[in-house]
């Protein structure tokens, strides 16, 4: 089955996402950018925005990062037709908390709500406060039982559940199920408890921005297993450079690459913070050196012309890619050429 195509974009959560040292972008998180952009991207006909959870900033705590719990609520009262989409790590907040964080905001939104699970990789977030980090499949292991009950609290069941992490009795929220049974649960990761958990949890799995024919196999691979809220969705994370002609986006390319040679002492650092366990660490890691951009960037090939992009955007989307999740740099000014230049062509 195939879905009507979505875009969406990554909101500036720590600042730029190709390069921290542009001087067409000095890195900012803060709410006043994010609440423009967002309401920017809803403006120009995008479907949805993904807001990253992270305490500190990631790459350098010294940077601003903006809270995204608290920035999605306020989203949700500014917006009116766009998804928002804030990430979770389980290990930070208790789930009867945060199913009913996820209600209030579904409610701001009237239904507009999702939360996307992921499964956390900056060690320093968990130990720097006294927070326990268990080892990579343990932290699947425990944000398997942990989705599972904010799922039926979302659902507004009444909900009695004992297993080796909660102890949760006689617990019902209210409101619930006001627009939908629930809240939309998208699910970021790609070892294999994160696909076991995608199948067995989500509504829509994220994959991380690569080739055509490795996200046909990943989609392959998940799709063969018996899905819990089928049929499942897939979601793809890219870093778009989009020009008159592939040559111009090549060397637009080439210029962020050699910004981004700047952030190698960042990189470094975060390097030493990461859980190296982390499947998306290690294939994004390796390929810094060709791609930029977060989870993927440029590796998903969107990089060519306006119409080599919509080639590549229609190629997934008829592998079952159905909501692309965009990162430009610089963000504002990249997003009003992709709405102008590349949604035509594909819508
Ligand atoms: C679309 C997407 C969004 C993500 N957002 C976040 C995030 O907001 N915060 C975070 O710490 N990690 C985020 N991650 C990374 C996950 O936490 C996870 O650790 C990572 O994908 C490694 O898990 P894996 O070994 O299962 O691939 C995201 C991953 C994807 C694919």
């Known amino acids: ?5 979505r875009f969406g974009i990554w909101a ?10 542009d001087p067409d972008e000095p890195d900012d998180a803060s709410w006043d950018r994010n609440r423009a952009l967002v ?28 809270e995204a719990w608290t ?20 290990g930070l907040y208790h789930p009867v908390v945060l199913a009913k964080m996820a209600l209030q905001i579904e409610h701001i939104a009237r239904g507009r709500f999702a939360l996307n699970l992921v499964n ?53 929220l209210r409101p619930a199920g006001s627009f939908r049974p629930r809240p939309t649960i998208y699910l970021g990761g790609e070892s294999e408890p994160a696909r076991a958990l995608a ?35 897939y979601g793809l994370s890219a870093f ?34 990461t859980d190296a366990a982390s499947v998306m660490f290690a294939k994004t890691d390796a390929a810094a050196s060709r791609h930029v951009g977060t989870n993927g960037g440029t590796a998903a090939g969107l990089v060519g012309s306006y119409d080599t992009v919509a080639a590549r955007i229609r190629a997934f989307h008829a592998a079952g890619i159905e909501l ?17 230049q590349v949604l035509p062509r594909v819508r």
Not at 71 to 90: G, H, N, V, Y
Not at 248 to 270: I, Y
Not at 326 to 338: G, T, V
């Open 12 to 21: 500036a959560v720590h600042g730029s996402r190709a390069a921290h040292h």
């Open 240 to 273: 778009v450079i989009a020009r008159e002609t592939d040559a111009a986006a090549k060397d637009e390319h080439a210029r962020l690459l050699a910004l981004a040679d700047r952030d190698a002492g960042l990189r470094a650092d975060t390097r030493a913070r």
């Open 71 to 90: 920035a999605c609520a306020a989203l949700a009262a500014l917006t009116r037709r766009i998804e928002i989409i804030a990430a979770i790590k389980p």
């Open 324 to 340: 692309f999740m965009l990162q430009f740099q610089p963000f504002e000014a990249e997003m009003r050429r992709f709405a102008e």
């Open 120 to 172: 956390a990789w900056n060690r320093a977030e968990f130990e720097r406060a006294g927070l326990p980090f268990p080892a990579h499949d343990d932290r699947y292991a425990y944000g398997a039982e942990w989705i599972g009950l904010v799922d039926r609290l979302m659902r507004g069941e009444r909900v009695t559940q004992t297993g080796p992490h909660f102890q949760v009795t006689d617990y019902q």
């Open 1 to 5: 089955m195939t879905h009507p195509l």
């Open 199 to 233: 199948a067995e949890q989500a509504d829509v799995w994220f994959i991380n921005g690569q080739p055509l024919d490795d996200v046909a196999a990943l989609i392959a691979d998940v799709a063969g297993r018996p899905a819990a809220n089928a049929p499942l969705r």
């Open 39 to 66: 309401l920017e991207a809803e403006a120009l006909g995008f479907d949805a925005v993904l807001v990253a959870q992270h305490t500190a900033n990631p790459y350098d705590d010294e940077r601003d990062q903006l």
